[in-house]
């Protein structure tokens, strides 16, 4: 008796026997041996543009429509009529070094051992730190999981002998799996054939896919199609308040350590106070708190510092935690009316921790994959907004009738607020001189658009405000300290000290919402970028 097959079993049947068959069902390659990996080979003779991939990956995986894993980006060359089109379709690069495992707080990722980087959704606490890693833009985040999911190969297919729904789907056969020897193709290949238009430097995370690329005449120009679209990024409000808060307190607690270190050496100063830890502390216990909406799974939080060994996000919570936890500590010495050099002594890690804390914080944002802040300004200018800590603790002092520590403490605080002025005319000067010879001219390009066309009424704002709040008003407030006036005093500082607040809230929005990532050139339909 014959087996029993389903209507489509036989079709299938039909189009492996007669070899006509869209796309490739079954894998005929050899057993992976040590040191090698499977990947994907991409034809972009052979695309037609169809998207017949996205689809078939999405319906093989669940996804919504919005989701993609695999994305078809277009690109063109030439003048009418001699124009060339080129597709694109990639999903994960399962790379060598991957940027988003490296990257993951939770150990979210895992690298198989056929070299698949296989992400574990249970972990996941939806930060998506991931997203913004990927040169390639490949993790999603999923917001109805409130998670990030990713291309895992169709790993489960793989373990059947059969090839991914991607090959499957592809009806010129465009896409196929292969085997891979990893150090040969880091040393011979990959800067070779892993390399396609408009695609992110190789060494960032040596991913493994290979292509086969179209005669194209040179000097030719190759244009994504998508190039006139251009779209502020998402503006991540929880994170626009928790990095300025937590500069704000870390700025406030090295003032008030320095405080207490000049009181015990013998300066006639006034020591700091429990009010003056309180107000250091506030800004802390708001901002952390508040980092936890930005993910998607907040009651997760606490995992965030599992990767401590490669993850800033890790070493950012961790230090910033235990930071929070010293200060709070040293609340209760104060109330309890501990020593000064018992004070001071707990002072001094806790400062430590808290400096470290802001450093792991703008390393978060130095990555390849955006351009826009990966520059030595981004960390200049998270610790330039501890310049609000240091007008809060001026401010409590003014209240408090202490006109010499207050003119003590604005030296500093001018210092720092001019620093911020010079980081922004460093920022324009950079943009005003781009180099079109630039390798990340294109990315860099659009983010200098965004700042000056789509942004550039706040970008003066935050220019006039930063002068008037940061500068102006703290210098009057000197004046007025140094003239006996101290309520005068008192009230410029408190304007100055909310004014500045709005000015830096101002700085970090346009922060977000105008780097523009690495990617997939042309990617109209992607629905990974959160706007």
């Known amino acids: ?30 057993e992976l041996k040590p040191g090698q990996q499977y990947r994907f080979h991409f034809d972009m003779t052979a695309c037609v543009g169809c998207h017949c991939c996205e689809v078939a990956c999405n319906e ?13 980006g277009e690109m063109e060359t030439g003048h009418f009529p001699n124009t060339l089109q080129l597709f694109n379709s990639m999903s994960c690069n399962h790379c060598i070094d991957p940027a988003c495992l490296n990257g ?34 490949v993790p999603v985040f999923h917001e109805e999981r409130g998670i990030v999911t990713k291309c895992h190969m169709c790993v489960d297919k793989l373990e059947a002998g059969q090839t991914p ?5 592809c009806p010129a056969g465009a896409i196929a799996i292969e085997v891979v020897d990893k150090e040969e193709w880091i040393r011979n290949d990959m800067a070779k054939e892993g390399i396609a238009p408009h695609l992110p430097d190789v060494n960032i ?7 086969t690329l179209p005669e194209i005449p040179e ?108 200060v709070t500590l040293l609340t209760g010495l104060y109330y309890l009316g501990a020593p000064g050099w018992l004070k001071l002594l707990v002072e001094l890690p806790v400062a430590a921790l808290g400096i470290y804390g802001i450093y792991a914080q703008s390393m978060i944002y130095r990555v390849p994959a955006r351009p826009a802040w990966n520059r030595k300004s981004t960390t200049l200018r998270f610790f330039g907004t501890g310049y609000l800590g240091f007008l809060l603790i001026a401010t409590l002092l003014a209240f408090t009738g202490e006109a010499r520590s207050v003119l003590a403490l604005m030296a500093p605080t001018l210092m720092l ?13 950079f943009y005003k001189h781009l180099d079109k010879e630039h390798p990340l001219y294109y990315q860099l390009s659009r983010t200098k658009r965004l700042l000056e066309e789509h942004f550039g009424h706040l970008k003066r704002l935050r220019l006039m405000s930063l002068a008037a709040f940061a500068i102006v008003l703290p210098m009057l407030a000197i004046v007025f300290a140094a003239a006996n006036m101290g309520t005068a005093a008192a009230i410029t500082l408190i304007l100055a000290l909310l004014g500045a607040i709005a000015s830096e809230i101002v700085g970090r929005y346009l922060f977000y919402r105008t780097v523009v990532p690495l990617g997939l050139a042309g990617n109209f339909f992607a629905g990974n970028q959160r706007h």
């Not at 679209?229 to 700025?251: C, D, N, R, Y």
């Open 165 to 169: 729904a991607c090959v499957q789907a």
């Open 104 to 137: 993951c707080p939770t150990n979210s990722y895992i690298k198989l051992d056929n070299g698949i980087v296989y992400h574990v959704d249970e972990d996941c606490i939806g930060c998506q730190y991931c997203t913004w890693n990927c040169p390639y833009e």
């Open 1 to 30: 008796m014959s087996e029993v097959t389903t209507p489509i079993e036989s079709f299938i049947n039909h189009k492996a026997d007669t070899g006509m068959q869209c796309g490739n069902y079954t894998i005929d390659i050899p």
């Open 60 to 72: 093989q995986n669940g996804n919504p429509a919005d989701i993609k894993w695999r994305r078809v």
């Open 219 to 326: 000097g030719e120009e190759i244009r994504p199609a998508d190039e006139h679209i251009l779209k502020p990024a998402h503006p991540e409000w929880p994170l626009v308040f928790m990095t300025v808060l937590t500069q704000m307190s870390v700025g406030g607690f090295v003032a008030l350590f320095f405080g207490e270190l000049l009181h015990l050496l013998g300066l006639d100063l006034p020591a700091p106070n429990l009010w003056m830890v309180l107000a250091v502390l506030a800004p802390a216990a708001i901002g952390l708190p508040l980092s936890a909406l930005h993910l998607g799974r907040p009651i997760l939080a606490i995992t965030a510092m599992k990767n401590l060994k490669s993850s800033w996000l890790s070493r950012e919570a961790a230090a910033l935690g235990a930071y929070a936890g010293g």
């Open 417 to 429: 607020g001019l620093y911020q002025m010079h980081l922004i005319y460093e920022e324009t000067v």
């Open 205 to 211: 995370t040596q991913p493994t896919t290979r292509y």
